[in-house]
Structure formats: C-alpha cells, structure tokens
C-alpha cells in the first residue's frame, strides 16, 4: 500500500511538474514572419497574327518569243532603209534596216514585257508568343519561438501564422 502511495505521488508530481512547465512556458499561439518572396510562372501561349501584303509581280507574257514586236521592228527597220539606199545599196539598206529594226522591236517588246506588273493580295501568317506571369505561391521565412524556417504557401501569411500543438495551420486566416 506504501508502494502504491508512493507510486501515485510520484506520478502526481510528473504530470503536475509537466503541467506546471507548460503554464511557465507556453507554447507560442502564433510565428513571426520574417520575410515573403512571391514565386511566380511564366507561361507562353501560341497566337496566330495574319495580315495581307500587296504583292507585285511580272504579268503573264502573252508572246513569249516576241515575235510581234519583232515583226514590227522589222517592217519599220525595212521601210526606213529602203528610203536611205539607192540601187543594190537600197536592197542592202533595206535587209540591214529589217534586221537592225527586228532586233529593236525584240528588246523593246522585252522591256514592256518586264515593266508590266499585277498586283495581288496575299494573306501571310505567323506565330508570336504572349508571355504570361502569375505567382503560383509565397516562400515564407517565419520564426516559431528561437528556431526559424520556411515554408512555401498559396496565399500571403501576413505578418504571422497562427500555430496550434506546435504546428503551423497553413489554411487559418491570415491575421493582422
């Protein structure tokens, strides 16, 4: 029975030696936050940007050898030679005046044929990339009595973190 006394005393003054460290010491109801870094992703998202160009470019050629212009140059070349000439010389004048004119006429022809232009519309796409930030957490740095830590959170904490049973409660309310 002594041994049962003595048994319970002891546990008695266990529990109120327990009881009475934690009244002079208290766990604290709440850390300090010491700093808050917000963390942040940044995304790209593809867009597709259209605009429509004028573009110029040569006409179909409607006679490709020229020949029209050829012709042409020719019969002016034969008429202007065959009225220099006299004798055998106006029969050469006049081939060398067809010839001289054929070629004539032939460039001629080219460089209307390359100075005559079509303009169309032509729709040209490209992709750009819009770039988006947002903060997908805070890193926070707090102090819970003399130990610190951190702990990354989806919300800001304020300026502390309630804590109950030692732990910080994450999902609380922020408190002023």
Do not use: W
């Not at 300090?32 to 995304?43: I, K, M």
């Amino acid at each position: 029975m002594l041994t049962g006394i003595v048994a319970g005393a002891v546990a008695v003054t266990a529990i109120g030696g327990v009881a009475g460290y934690k009244a002079l010491n208290p766990e604290p109801e709440f850390a300090e936050v010491l700093a808050v870094e917000p963390v942040t992703e940044t995304t790209k998202t593809p867009r597709e940007v259209c605009d429509d160009v004028a573009v110029n470019e040569q006409a179909p050629v409607k006679d490709p050898n020229r020949i029209a212009g050829t012709a042409i140059g020719a019969v002016a070349g034969g008429l202007l030679g065959n009225q220099l000439g006299g004798g055998s010389g106006r029969t050469l004048a006049t081939v060398a005046g067809a010839a001289a004119g054929g070629y004539a006429g032939n460039q001629v022809q080219k460089n209307l044929q390359e100075k005559d232009t079509v303009s169309r519309t032509e729709r040209r796409c490209k992709t750009v990339y819009e770039s988006h930030t947002q903060t997908v957490g805070y890193d926070v740095r707090y102090r819970l009595g003399k130990e610190q830590g951190q702990v990354r959170m989806d919300r800001q904490p304020g300026p502390r973190i309630p804590v109950k049973d030692g732990q910080l409660q994450l999902n609380a309310p922020a408190t002023p």
